[in-house]
């Protein structure tokens, strides 16, 4: 019973709450200290698919993260029901610090960055050799995006029983990028091999356009989890696409690794890449750019690196290369 008076004190005060409620706002977030670690298996309309352990659980992001967003291959803490039984939702509550981010805008005039992977150390750029025809422009793209989140670039070249590899091969020589060649007829065992063994240990990111066979040669990779597959249009000559949302998948070989399917693009927009960056992936060329001026592009009169090359300290062919990579950045796919 609340007293009144002169016999009250302050546990017979009555506080009226406030409009907005009765708990106070504060800018103190909780520790959550008890929160679980897990991997971002995918992501689909606002959905999170981790795995904790050997389980997967559906979670979604905590309203404290704001607009922070969440991709594929990141780190996050977990709390809530983490049994990961059916009809089950536990929350996002952090995000660990990224090792890296591939990035990509719809086009070149679109400031917005979509993260396409979190985390990952290499990207496998999958192209066909026929059916559909290779696009050089857009391989350049991703290896531009690649040198730029500071993952490794990896071609990987499908339907070699179509065409033959060596004139796309020969186009990317000086650059000293890794490739793997596979055909529709040799998706074995032993054919895969050396793709599994590019891949054992490491995140990859796969991407490439539709139809040609990156998802196809996931599923090789990782047959317990077979992703539907198309065709490519006989009339425009492009795939359909039938990969959605991106996925991560883990490798089933005792070195561990990961492979991340991702939908089949049709452009990769640069609009976020600074030279500067990709600079970073050319060590027998950077040390030219001391001398440059400031902001440069690296393909203008007074860049330094003519000279460098002249002098001998590295192959004008890898200068030609670095431009023509940097150029891609000016250029519209496809034009």
Same mark, same amino acid.
């Given at each position: ?24 706002? &504060? ?5 959550? /200290? ?39 291959? #990141? ?31 719809? #086009? #070149? ?9 979190? +985390? ?64 529709? /007829?040799?998706?074995? #065992? ?28 996931? +599923? ?8 539907? &597959? ?35 693009? !049709? ?12 600079? !970073? ?7 030219? &750019? /001391? ?45």
């Amino acid at each position: 019973m609340r007293r009144y008076g002169k016999d009250a004190d302050e546990d017979d005060v009555r506080v009226r709450p406030g409009r907005k409620g009765s708990r106070p706002r &504060t800018h103190t977030r909780p520790k959550h /200290e008890d929160a679980a670690e897990g991997f971002v298996l995918t992501v689909d309309r606002g959905r999170v698919t981790c795995l904790i352990g050997d389980r997967q659980i559906t979670a979604m992001k905590a309203r404290e993260l704001g607009r922070k967003g969440i991709a594929v291959g #990141d780190q996050v803490d977990i709390v809530g029901d983490l049994t990961g039984t059916k009809d089950t939702l536990a929350r996002i509550v952090r995000v660990r610090e990224r090792t890296s981010v591939l990035r990509r805008t719809a #086009d #070149d005039d679109d400031p917005y960055e979509r993260v396409v992977v979190a +985390n990952a150390d290499q990207l496998a750029i999958v192209t066909a050799l026929a059916d559909p025809e290779p696009r050089p422009r857009l391989i350049d793209r991703c290896m531009v995006a690649a040198f730029d989140a500071g993952l490794e670039p990896l071609l990987v070249l499908t339907k070699a029983d179509l065409a033959p590899a060596g004139p796309l091969l020969e186009t990317y020589a000086t650059l000293g990028v890794a490739y793997v060649v596979t055909s529709r /007829e040799e998706l074995t #065992d032993s054919a895969l091999e050396e793709v599994r063994g590019r891949l054992a240990g490491r995140i990859t990111a796969c991407v490439g356009h539709s139809g040609v066979g990156k998802t196809t040669l996931v +599923n090789a990779l990782v047959p317990a989890h077979m992703r539907a &597959t198309g065709h490519v249009n006989a009339v425009t000559g492009r795939g359909r696409h039938t990969t959605t949302s991106a996925l991560a998948l883990p490798l089933p070989d005792e070195r561990g690794g990961w492979v991340i399917d991702t939908p089949g693009v !049709r452009s990769f927009g640069l609009h976020h890449v600074d030279a500067s960056r990709v600079i !970073r992936a050319f060590p027998d060329l950077e040390p030219g &750019t /001391e001398e440059c001026p400031r902001a440069c592009s690296h393909d203008e009169p007074d860049c330094a690196l003519d000279a460098w090359v002249a002098a001998g300290h590295a192959d004008p062919q890898r200068l030609y290369s670095l431009r023509r990579l940097l150029s891609t950045r000016e250029r519209r796919e496809g034009d």
